[in-house]
């Protein structure tokens, strides 16, 4: 059975700071990893990672894909209070359309 | 404008009683899916469906049914709710056949069984 799990669970920092929010995997037959932002309503898109050592960027969040150690990780620099929301890793495999989140990690800014 | 709509968006209904959420988005993906959203267990996926006439189970399936008739409509069924169908529900729909694409969420369903 395919499993995700993020680190921390809930994390509170002070604006300006850097956060890094971390997921780990286990899945036969990887595809893709995703990452998903979720403020009080739908998850929305982030990233998607399918190759190792490959950062993904946009603005101060970027993310990058370790496939020997089965790990992401998500980077927020100088965080707002606008980045304050539950983080989401999903993993998705080949052969098998069904697509696995993590329990996410909740991330509080505090201006 | 491009999005997922879901129908309604809240609902508390009794033990048995069948319901159907509404699925539509209009982008023309053709991957469509159902999560359900509970605390300390994140979202799990119930039903998804790759193409029109294609479903398959998720990992949460018991309880539920899915029909897709048409690529803009995914709903789904409730025959028999009770109280630990009790969640918040998602649709999402991706433009690539497979969920790990790109998916787009409806705004959500929060949905109460006593």
């Known amino acids: 059975e395919d499993k995700v799990v993020q680190s921390p669970l809930s994390l509170v920092v002070h604006e300006g700071d850097t956060v890094t929010l971390n997921c780990s995997y286990e899945?036969?037959?990887?595809?893709?990893l995703l990452w998903y932002k979720q403020e009080k309503k739908a998850p929305t898109f982030l990233f998607m990672l399918?190759?190792?050592?490959i950062e993904k960027k946009s603005g101060r969040l970027s993310s990058i894909l370790d496939k020997k150690e089965l790990f992401s990780i998500l980077n927020i620099t100088a965080t707002q209070t606008g980045d304050s929301a539950i983080y989401l890793c999903?993993?998705?495999?080949?052969?098998?359309?069904?697509?696995?989140f993590g329990t996410g990690t909740r991330l509080t800014i505090i201006p | 404008e491009a999005q997922v709509t879901q129908n309604p968006r809240y609902l508390i209904t009794v033990t048995g009683k069948k319901l159907t959420v509404t699925c539509s988005q209009n982008?023309?993906?053709?991957?469509m899916s159902w999560y359900r959203q509970d605390p300390g267990l994140g979202l799990r996926q119930i039903y998804y469906?790759?193409?029109?006439?294609?479903?398959d189970k998720g990992d949460v399936p018991e309880g539920y049914k899915v029909s897709r008739k048409e690529k803009r409509n995914f709903p789904l069924i409730l025959e028999s709710p009770s109280p630990n169908q009790t969640s918040l529900y998602f649709c999402?729909?991706?433009?690539?056949?497979?969920?790990?694409?790109?998916?787009?969420f409806g705004p959500g369903t929060r949905l109460t069984v006593t």
């Open positions: 899945v036969t037959n990887f595809r893709s």
């Open positions: 469906s790759m193409n029109v006439e294609v479903t």
């Open positions: 399918t190759s190792s050592g």
């Open positions: 999402a729909s991706s433009p690539g056949g497979w969920g790990g694409y790109e998916q787009y």
């Open positions: 982008m023309n993906h053709e991957y």
């Open positions: 999903a993993v998705d495999p080949f052969g098998n359309e069904k697509l696995t």
